[in-house]
């Protein structure tokens, strides 16, 4: 759905486990296409703090919280549906 509008190369860290200091253990990085924006907008995190986001990424690629995105910390995701209730994109707001 977002088409030529994710027209930009983004640098998409999955954290896949941490050690028991919450430093990550381990990862991988992959280069997705996305458009990325800086705005800012208040939003809640996974813990239902109040943060300030300082931008956001929209992307095909299924990105979740505490990911990283060009180094940034994915702090909220949204996932717009279509009218058949399938995801349709993500939105990640970073810190």
């Known amino acids: 759905m977002l088409g030529n509008y994710a027209n930009q190369d983004l640098a998409w ?4 486990s941490t050690d028991k200091y919450d430093d990550v ?16 907008r208040l939003v809640r995190n996974s813990l239902g703090e109040e943060k300030i986001a300082s ?8 990105v979740c919280v505490d990911d990283y995105i060009d180094g940034e ?3 909220a995701v949204d996932e717009p549906k279509t009218l058949g209730g399938k995801t349709a994109f993500y939105i ?3 810190l």
């Open 13 to 16: 860290k999955h954290v896949t």
């Open 92 to 94: 990640g707001y970073l």
């Open 73 to 75: 910390l994915i702090i």
């Open 25 to 40: 253990s381990g990862s991988t990085t992959t280069t997705i296409k996305g458009r990325k924006e800086s705005s800012h």
């Open 55 to 62: 931008g956001k990424v929209f992307t095909s690629a299924a």
